[in-house]
């Protein structure tokens, strides 16, 4: 955890503090944007982009939340816009059509009954935008209203979508069968 003072440090331009924040920090935030880009090589280039926006937005951070939190956002941010720039949203930015219920989350299921390695290799598979809203949700623990936020101002029935359409890939993937196949697997709403 980043103490108050070490975070005073970096305010006054103290570089070996900035240096501390990041070997604090450096695993959490290059292991959260691996989860949100997939790709080793990408996410160093979030990270990095993660702590130059830290860097120059230290002033603004005026500690109403954790600094981890502060942290956290700015590296989701910084994973979209790099996927932005990548053009590898696609279609999944569109706001597809609202009248698909939320299903319950398949994730806390599956890491019971799947390998780990299973489960994060059926997330990398998803397209990168379904794969950042499960993450953000279900890992991170964000409302449909804050993922949608975070998504560059995404609505929070399209926000659903996406974790359904999410939800149920990653069913097919680590089960092997279509969701309405599967008796008792997210029939809960």
Not at 11 to 20: H, L, N, S, V, Y
Not at 71 to 77: F, G, S, T
Not at 109 to 133: C, I, K, S, Y
Request: proline letters at 5%; aromatic letters at 6%.
């Amino acid at each position: 955890m980043v103490s108050p003072e070490l975070l005073d440090a970096c305010r006054r331009g103290d570089p070996k503090a900035f240096e501390e924040v990041l070997r604090l920090t450096q695993r959490q935030v290059y292991t959260q944007a691996l989860r949100l880009v997939g790709d080793r090589q990408e996410a160093e280039d979030v990270a990095q982009e993660a702590y130059l926006r830290v860097h120059r937005g230290l002033d603004s951070f005026r500690g109403d939340a954790q600094f981890e939190t502060w942290l956290y956002r700015i590296v989701a941010n910084a994973a979209i816009s790099h996927l932005r720039r990548k053009r590898r949203f696609g279609d999944v930015l569109a706001d597809p059509p609202e009248d698909r219920p939320e299903i319950a989350s398949p994730i806390r299921l599956a890491e019971e009954a799947v390998d780990r390695d299973e489960l994060v290799q059926a997330l990398d598979r998803l397209p990168p935008g379904l794969r950042m809203a499960v993450i953000l949700k279900d890992v991170y623990g964000l409302s449909c209203r804050e993922i949608g936020e975070e998504l560059g101002g995404v609505s929070e029935g399209a926000v659903k979508v996406r974790l359904h359409r999410a939800r149920r890939r990653l069913k097919e993937s680590l089960f092997g069968a279509e969701p309405s196949t599967r008796e008792g697997i997210g029939d809960e709403v």
